[in-house]
T-cell receptor, first 112, second 114 residues
């Protein structure tokens, strides 16, 4: 399935690096999301964008900075991360907020 | 607080056995309920969903779930599992008028032995 794509699929970075995760949806949806999936923990919603405006920031540290330049693209800018930020970062999209969300394959992030 | 609880963290079954995975939620107001599945090496995909109407919903691959409002539950069932059902299963809830704040349970790993 190629509805929601994410790049890169794997990323290793040091604590002083700056990197960005990219998500693109080809489904014509108007809402996009970032989630964090850590081992043995529920998926955690990080950010919600609806019509390119951020409508939810789920108490995420400022070292994570989202950007939604248009309805098809979503970025997560990373800087000065900590080892505990290592996780699978998932992007999702939906048409309107409460409907089914379609997920991308995720970016496996390792912070050294 | 809004939350989703999945009772079984790891389930091991033999092929043809019946499956029931528990899901209870805590959420005020009208809800939309989902079960997502993540097969090994694949991304999360929707198994089934409940928005309104018949509380017994049928999804893909022979799965079904029943919404019991009085018990705040949305248990997933399948009468006869296959080896290919080996995956991680997530229950999730959001408010029907919400901005998309999907709350997930911690997931249940299902291992089906051939």
């Amino acid at each position: 399935e190629t509805g929601v794509t994410q790049t890169p699929r794997h990323l290793v970075m040091g604590m002083t690096n700056k990197k960005s995760l990219k998500c693109e949806q080809h489904l014509g949806h108007n809402a996009m999301y970032w989630y964090k999936q850590s081992a043995k923990k529920p998926l955690e919603l990080m950010f919600v964008y609806s019509l390119e405006e951020r409508v939810e920031n789920n108490s995420v540290p400022s070292r994570f900075s989202p950007e939604c330049p248009n309805s098809s693209h979503l970025f997560l800018h990373l800087h000065t991360l900590q080892p505990e930020d290592s996780a699978l970062y998932l992007c999702a999209s939906s048409q309107d907020g409460a409907t089914q969300q379609f997920f991308g394959p995720g970016t496996r992030l390792t912070v050294l | 607080a809004q939350s989703v609880s999945q009772h079984n963290h790891h389930v091991i079954l033999s092929e043809a056995a019946s499956l029931e995975l528990g899901c209870n939620y805590s959420y005020g107001g009208t809800v939309n309920l989902f079960w997502y599945v993540q097969y090994p090496g694949q991304h999360l995909q929707l198994l089934l969903k409940y928005f309104s109407g018949d509380p017994l919903v049928k999804g893909i691959k022979g799965f079904e779930a029943e919404f019991i409002k009085s018990k705040f539950s949305f248990n997933l069932r399948k009468p006869s599992v296959q080896w290919s059902d080996t995956a991680e299963y997530f229950c999730a809830v959001t408010g029907s008028g919400n901005t998309g704040k999907l709350i997930f349970g911690q997931g249940t790993t299902l291992q089906v032995k051939p």
